[in-house]
């Protein structure tokens, strides 16, 4: 498995202002994933972040609004910019880890953001 | 377009009886199949998966799930459930044809609740 860390672990915005969470793993990993999880849904790939290089986006996501930085290969920060109270989501980091076997990636899931913006 | 679907929001049983949590799934190609739980203000953890093989995978907690490539279906399954097991449970697919790797695809949950 693997060890994921996030701060804050829940914070209340006011509208218009910006808030980074931060992502932590406990070891090297190639790529880092962005979720959302809105009030009663399912989660949804906001962006996945390689180290060096730009963060991808998915359709309906883009920089502008959720900025991402891939400093090194155990971190890295999604920021929710300029929010409005529909950006009040719990936001997931997540990586992914060879299995035992080494047959497959298995996805690991950080503990969540919850975020409510007024 | 690769899916899932879990037709139940939510499924209510007692404790000590089996459990079951339904998934179908739609994709191209071999499915990689996983489920994952959600506590009350936790993040996702990692049940199980499904990659190839027997078609009968067991995972964390007692759980195991059961592979059915005619029904597309990847139920979940708990011969006896706890009330602890209430929680959130999601159903996901890897997208085999998103080129960064990784992509999980969910279903919309269903929340289990365990009875004394």
């Known amino acids: 498995s693997a060890v994921i860390s996030q701060k804050p672990s829940r914070d209340i915005c006011q509208r218009g202002t910006s808030l980074t969470i931060q992502c932590q793993v406990d070891?090297?990993?190639?790529?880092m994933f962005w979720y959302r999880q809105q009030p009663g849904q399912s989660l949804t790939l906001i962006a996945t972040?390689?180290?060096?290089?730009?963060?991808?986006?998915e359709s309906g996501f883009v920089i502008d609004k959720f900025p991402i930085s891939r400093p090194n290969l155990t971190f890295s920060t999604l920021t929710v910019s300029n929010m409005s109270p529909e950006d009040s989501s719990i936001y997931l980091c997540?990586?992914?880890?060879?299995?035992?076997?080494?047959?497959?990636?298995?996805?690991?899931f950080g503990p969540g953001t919850r975020l409510t913006v007024l | 377009a690769q899916s899932v679907a879990q037709p139940e929001d939510q499924v209510n049983v007692a404790e000590g009886n089996p459990l079951t949590v339904k998934c179908t799934y739609s994709?191209?190609?071999?499915?990689?199949l996983f489920w994952y739980v959600q506590y009350p203000n936790r993040g996702l953890q990692f049940l199980l998966k499904?990659?190839?093989?027997?078609?009968l995978v067991k995972g964390s907690y007692g759980f195991e799930a059961e592979f059915n490539k005619s029904q597309t279906s990847f139920h979940l399954k708990k011969p006896s459930a706890l009330v602890s097991d209430s929680a959130l449970y999601f159903c996901?697919?890897?997208?085999?044809?998103?080129?960064?790797?990784?992509?999980?695809?969910f279903g919309q949950g269903t929340e289990l609740s365990v009875k004394p």
């Open positions: 996901a697919v890897r997208d085999v044809f998103y080129n960064q790797g990784g992509k999980l695809i």
């Open positions: 499904y990659i190839t093989g027997d078609n």
């Open positions: 972040a390689n180290q060096g290089s730009e963060a991808t986006y």
């Open positions: 997540s990586v992914e880890r060879k299995s035992e076997d080494l047959s497959t990636d298995t996805q690991y």
């Open positions: 994709v191209s190609g071999n499915p990689y």
């Open positions: 070891s090297q990993v190639t790529m």
